[in-house]
């Protein structure tokens, strides 16, 4: 029967391919996929596909932030289990400055050299539409299923808008009364298996220091040539505490992956076999500001940024940790000492890690369908980005693995993303051995 199915999607490699380049079409930045939910996904479940039901979650009308939800119904005798395929609409916008970045059109898509470029290409259009196919393949070979299919298209995942996207669509599967023993979250893997992904948080450090007109920087770095006892009596240049905190961070990060090793995380080609001191957590400084006038040295400064950190780390004794770093800074400076940062965390982004044992049986169940398909072994890995996976298993309680075609090294989030289409086919056949087997 794997064998029918896979058959099937090779002769519709094209009609497939088709699909992707208009699914990539339709401009869904977050908060504005309302199009291409009601007027590509939801119609192409109904009108191509033989779902049992497809219907619409939206916990936000008069926003217009449309899920599409649906489920194929085992009506078999067999001891088929329940499956739930994941992925997001959503893409980060391409605005008129990040497009003169790209090569080529993000939404006309093209194919050059096996590879189809396009904004949503690998993140994750791509591997929506794998699972898509997948689903399609095995209701075309009339195959008699006992376990249900599901399947959730969400929005909101690329501004961690969870509330209105994977959890109420989730939710709404499990409100049937149906259990879920696991979710496959198809986000690009290179189709590896990973079992465990980071959690994320924010934070913003508000950092203060004293305005001098900027022809006077010389009493700040040499005051006693002036006689003055202390630079920062007269000004203090916030920028420079604001380095000191960054070169801080930078230690701290070192510090973090030379004593947090994991096995996962070390393996498969994605995100790379790591090497000493550089791992799964990181620390990254990503908008800075400071000062009002460009003759005065600034008084204030504000640093932004992200942490990343695995399953087995505790997001709080790492901001703890972060904390007592900076105020470390104060032993040596005066100004600091007296001035301590103002320290905030988790106002913008609060992503929860996950984590599945290697021995559940929806990763072997994935492995052996992978196995069958390819002749190979899987890579089981680990994600250190984040994926909607955190939150379907805290906030739904089902267990979730990723696995998907393409990799986030792709151009994901920048220009020129493409996916590989041998990737591509590879996981849709994955995907449809796995129902095969799961299902039946």
């Known amino acids: 029967m794997s064998d029918d199915v896979h058959a099937w999607i090779e002769a519709h490699e094209e009609e497939m391919i088709e699909f992707l380049v208009e699914y990539i079409s339709y401009r869904s930045p977050t908060e504005d996929e309302a199009e291409v939910q009601?007027?590509?996904?939801?119609?192409?479940?109904?009108?191509?596909?033989?779902?049992?039901?497809?219907?619409?979650?939206?916990?936000?009308?008069?926003?217009?932030?449309?899920?599409?939800?649906?489920?194929?119904?085992?009506?078999?005798?067999?001891?088929?289990r329940n499956i739930l395929f994941n992925g997001h609409s959503d893409v980060v916008d391409v605005t008129a400055e990040n497009e003169k970045s790209w090569t080529k059109d993000p939404w006309d898509p093209v194919i050059e050299d096996g590879r189809l470029y396009g904004r949503g290409a690998n993140d994750m259009k791509g591997p929506n539409a794998a699972m898509i196919w997948a689903v399609k393949a095995v209701m075309e070979s009339d195959v008699e299923l006992s376990g249900d299919v599901l399947m959730s298209l969400v929005v909101g995942e690329e501004l961690a808008q969870q509330e209105v996207g994977s959890i109420p669509a989730t939710?709404?599967?499990?409100?049937?009364?149906?259990?879920?023993?696991?979710?496959?979250?198809?986000?690009?893997?290179?189709n590896e298996i990973h079992t465990k992904s980071s959690g994320t948080f924010d934070f913003r450090i508000e950092i203060q220091g004293k305005e001098i007109h900027t022809s006077q920087k010389n009493l700040l770095q040499y005051?006693?040539?002036?006689?003055?006892?202390?630079?920062?009596?007269?000004?203090?240049?916030?920028?420079?505490?604001?380095?000191?905190?960054?070169?801080?961070?930078?230690?701290?990060?070192?510090?973090?992956?030379?004593?947090?090793?994991d096995e996962i995380y070390g393996s498969g080609g994605t995100p790379g076999r790591d090497v000493q001191g550089v791992g799964p957590i990181s620390i990254t400084c990503t908008i800075?500001?400071?000062?009002?006038?460009?003759?005065?040295?600034?008084?204030?400064?504000?640093?932004?940024?992200?942490?990343?950190?695995?399953?087995?780390?505790?997001?709080?004794?790492?901001?703890?940790e972060m904390q007592d770093a900076v105020a470390a800074l104060g032993t040596t400076n005066d100004w600091l000492r007296q001035h301590p940062p103002e320290m905030h965390w988790k106002e913008v982004v609060d992503w929860p890690a996950f984590e599945v044992p290697l021995?559940?049986?929806?990763?072997?169940?994935?492995?052996?369908?992978?196995?069958?398909?390819?002749?190979?072994?899987?890579?089981?890995?680990?994600?250190?980005?984040?994926?909607?996976?955190?939150?379907?298993?805290?906030?739904?309680?089902?267990?979730?693995?990723?696995?998907?075609?393409?990799?986030?090294?792709?151009?994901?989030?920048?220009?020129?993303?493409?996916?590989?289409?041998?990737?591509?086919?590879?996981?849709?056949?994955?995907?449809a051995s796995l129902i095969l087997d799961w299902c039946r």
């Not at 939710?171 to 290179?190: D, Q």
């Not at 906030?395 to 990737?423: F, K, N, R, W």
């Open 38 to 80: 009601r007027e590509f996904v939801e119609p192409f479940f109904r009108n191509e596909m033989d779902w049992n039901d497809v219907t619409i979650v939206d916990v936000t009308d008069e926003q217009n932030r449309p899920n599409v939800n649906a489920v194929l119904a085992g009506e078999g005798d067999g001891d088929g």
């Open 359 to 431: 021995d559940h049986h929806g990763c072997q169940s994935l492995g052996a369908a992978y196995r069958e398909v390819t002749g190979e072994e899987p890579v089981y890995s680990g994600f250190k980005a984040v994926a909607d996976n955190g939150y379907i298993q805290r906030d739904c309680g089902v267990d979730t693995i990723s696995m998907g075609p393409g990799d986030i090294s792709m151009g994901a989030h920048g220009p020129d993303e493409y996916l590989p289409l041998s990737q591509f086919k590879t996981a849709a056949q994955t995907y």
């Open 171 to 190: 939710n709404a599967h499990l409100e049937t009364g149906r259990e879920i023993p696991v979710c496959i979250n198809t986000e690009p893997t290179n």
């Open 288 to 320: 800075i500001e400071a000062g009002d006038y460009i003759a005065s040295i600034p008084g204030h400064a504000t640093l932004k940024g992200q942490v990343y950190w695995p399953p087995y780390a505790d997001d709080e004794e790492l901001w703890q």
């Open 223 to 261: 005051p006693q040539r002036h006689g003055i006892p202390q630079g920062n009596s007269v000004g203090v240049d916030a920028t420079d505490s604001m380095v000191q905190i960054i070169e801080q961070f930078d230690k701290l990060e070192h510090q973090w992956n030379m004593r947090n090793d």
